[in-house]
């Protein structure tokens, strides 16, 4: 849905509010009231001259008309009807409610995205008591101390009469079991401890995405240190030493979430060191992001391009640039959204995007020009190529990854290949790879 047709709803709201009939405000418009219906119905665009008469009748500015709910407070809005649908949330009125409600819009939006996050800490913390190793070796401690003690008391409290050497014995296992017990409590009690009283309740993923989200992607300490390992022996320590800083000034909470920070931070140092900032941003415009000739230029393999392309900074020169990454199994490793562009992190998304399609043809790169659902729906030009991770060997099983970079200034023209977030909120009836049926019907 386009976010012209947003103005209708308005204008009509802001007629509302001054307490104008339809006929009143066509007629200081210059229009007729069923034209000005149509209008409120976003049954008809409008814009230019007849915009700034009906702002100017309505005495508001008219940039406060033409601009809409942005496209993601309404997604965001759809997925939450979809999350809940024996709400009964009217689907086919979310453009409506965002035009004319947008605090409350965005208010509904982020209680359901803290339902969904509460929920998946819910499924996460589930399957962490059901399948840990170090919670179920804590449990069976703890029941261990817990059947020797009980077992030895009972000896002790039974009716049998023990000599003194016996019951030393039994006392000294009972002190020694309780000591182990406590022992084994306590770090069962730590293990399960949540974070600090005010600290946000992150998975480690969702630590160092948020962390990622801050910066943007993009680390200057390592530019420089990256920088000046290519020009001295001893510089590689340095930027070595430069990873483990900016992991620890990260300041996240778990030892977890640091080590992925980590090994991010070293393919990062990696990455820069190979194709040094300044040169690679010259090179990207003058070949015109084009990822091939970069890797050509640069001598590196095609998905360490794509993550430098996504690492630029933030700069009017340079398009903006998404990027996601996957496992094997399809599990999202990275995720930077651009406008919008973004998947679920946790749940399944469409199929269809060049990021999973790949994954059946490791080495190969695929260019794909992808369009979301909708009239709404934005076009993207994607790039991506699956390619091995760690250690290649005959008696080693391979283990891919995928790479994609999202460009949000798609060229005009072609057949986009048809694409969606998830199947619960995509419209499509007819698309081969859909899990379930749409709550948008």
């Known amino acids: 849905m386009p976010q ?23 007629a200081l418009a210059g229009i007729s009231p069923s034209y000005l219906n149509l209008i409120e119905h976003n049954r008809r ?13 309505l005495a508001v500015d008219p940039g406060s008309l033409a601009v809409g709910a942005e496209g993601a407070l309404i997604d965001r809005l759809r997925l939450a009807a979809a999350q809940m649908p024996e709400a009964g949330a009217e689907a086919e009125r979310t453009e409506d409610f965002a035009g004319r409600f947008e605090g409350w819009a965005a208010l509904v939006a982020a209680q359901a995205a803290e339902l969904a996050r509460l929920e ?15 919670l179920a070796t ?5 029941i ?8 030895t008391a009972a000896i002790l409290a039974g009716n049998e009469v023990l000599d003194r050497d016996w019951q030393d014995r039994f006392h000294r296992n009972i002190h020694a079991d309780s000591i182990r017990l406590a022992e084994s409590s306590r770090a069962l ?14 998975s480690p993923q969702e630590e160092v995405a948020a962390w990622l989200e801050a910066t943007d992607h993009h680390v200057p300490p390592l530019e420089t240190a990256a920088a000046t390992a290519a020009g001295a022996a001893a510089g590689a320590a340095t930027a070595a030493a430069t990873v483990a800083q900016v992991a620890a000034r990260a300041g996240l909470q778990s030892g977890a979430a640091t080590q992925i920070l980590q090994d991010w931070l070293q393919r990062y140092r990696a990455d820069a060191q190979a194709m040094p900032l300044a040169a690679f941003s010259a090179a990207a415009r003058e070949v015109a992001y084009d990822p091939v000739r970069l890797a050509a230029r640069f001598g590196t393999d095609l998905a360490a391009v794509l993550r430098r392309m996504a690492a630029l900074p933030p700069d009017p020169a340079h398009p903006p640039m ?14 930077k ?60 099983a391979p283990v891919s990854e995928a790479t994609m970079l999202v460009l949000s200034d798609a060229p005009e023209g072609g057949a986009p290949q048809p694409v969606g977030i998830t199947c619960r909120i995509c419209p499509r009836a007819d698309c081969a790879a859909r899990r379930e049926p749409s709550v948008l019907g």
């Open 4 to 26: 012209r047709q947003l103005t209708g709803s308005r204008i009509r709201a802001r007629r509302l509010d001054r307490g104008l009939q339809q006929a009143q405000l066509a």
């Open 45 to 57: 665009s409008i814009g230019g001259k007849l915009l700034n008469d009906l702002a100017r009748a």
């Open 120 to 134: 998946a800490r819910v499924a996460e913390l589930t399957d962490r008591l059901a399948h840990d190793p170090q």
């Open 138 to 142: 804590s449990l069976h401690a703890v």
């Open 144 to 151: 261990s101390a817990v059947t020797s003690i009980r077992s």
């Open 189 to 202: 009690v730590n293990y399960l401890e949540g974070p600090a009283e005010g600290a946000p309740n992150r």
């Open 322 to 335: 998404g990027i996601a990454v996957c496992d094997s199994a399809g599990g999202i490793i990275t995720l």
């Open 337 to 396: 959204p651009v406008a919008g562009f973004a998947l679920p992190r946790n749940g399944a998304a469409c199929p269809l995007w060049p990021l999973f399609q790949v994954l059946g043809q490791p080495g190969r790169p695929l260019r794909a020009l992808v369009q979301l659902p909708g009239e709404r729906g934005g076009r993207f030009l994607c790039y991506a190529v699956a390619q091995p991770r760690g250690a290649i060997g005959f008696d080693t």
